[in-house]
């Protein structure tokens, strides 16, 4: 079986020495080498420093690719631990509005009891202030708890993204 650039029963050719061969083989070659001269440029050497350059610039390459997949990676972390943060505050927060609504329905129906019992006026004005009272306490408690809550939240949530913050500023490693 031959290859394309090899003539059949040859021995594989040297790209570079076939091009040095028809470099000297043009007209005008010597001049050429004597302005390459001139300038510095030496042609054996332009092929290793033609090799050198290509690996420096691989190797720089490489470099890059790891700092930013490095990054990459931080990234994608950061994302997750916010997700994590902003699923885990939903959660709360959504048990916390349930847990307040169980409580206002059975301090409703604790009234409406209290209410079925009522034999005057005076009673029933006494039972229904008390109800209001406690509904406003409750609404207040319950405001406040799912105010601190939220607040909570939001700081969990950015926890996250402003320890990755710091740490992409050279910061301190929580």
Same mark, same amino acid.
């Given at each position: ?7 059949? &029963?040859?021995?594989? /050719? %040297?790209?570079?020495? #076939?091009?040095?061969?028809?470099? @000297?083989?043009?007209?005008?070659? @010597?001049?050429? /080498? ?10 054996? =050497?332009? &092929? ?5 350059? +290509? ?17 990459? @990676? #931080?990234?994608?972390? +950061? ?16 048990? =916390?509005? *349930?847990?307040?609504? /169980? ?13 079925? +019992? ?7 004005? #006494? ?5 209001? /009272?406690?509904? *406003? ?6 405001? =406040? ?10 700081? %969990?949530?950015?926890?996250?993204? =402003? %320890?990755?913050?710091?740490?992409? @500023? ?5």
């Amino acid at each position: 079986m031959s290859d394309a650039n090899t003539p059949s &029963g040859d021995a594989p /050719r %040297d790209p570079f020495e #076939e091009t040095r061969r028809a470099f @000297d083989a043009m007209p005008g070659a @010597d001049a050429m /080498r004597g302005a390459q001269a001139a300038m510095g440029l030496d042609p054996a =050497r332009l &092929g290793e420093a033609f090799r050198t350059m +290509t690996h420096s610039s691989l190797e720089q390459s490489r470099e890059a690719y790891g700092r930013m997949r490095s990054a990459a @990676d #931080e990234a994608t972390r +950061t994302l997750e631990a916010t997700i994590d943060q902003a699923h885990s505050g939903s959660l709360n927060l959504s048990k =916390r509005a *349930i847990e307040g609504l /169980r409580a206002q329905a059975e301090m409703n129906f604790e009234h409406l009891q209290k209410l079925s +019992t009522v034999s005057s006026f005076s009673e029933f004005m #006494e039972i229904q202030t008390r109800y209001l /009272r406690r509904q *406003i306490e409750l609404a207040t408690d319950q405001a =406040r708890a799912m105010q601190e809550m939220t607040r909570s939240a939001g700081e %969990d949530l950015m926890r996250p993204a =402003r %320890d990755a913050a710091k740490r992409s @500023d050279g910061g301190e490693n929580p």
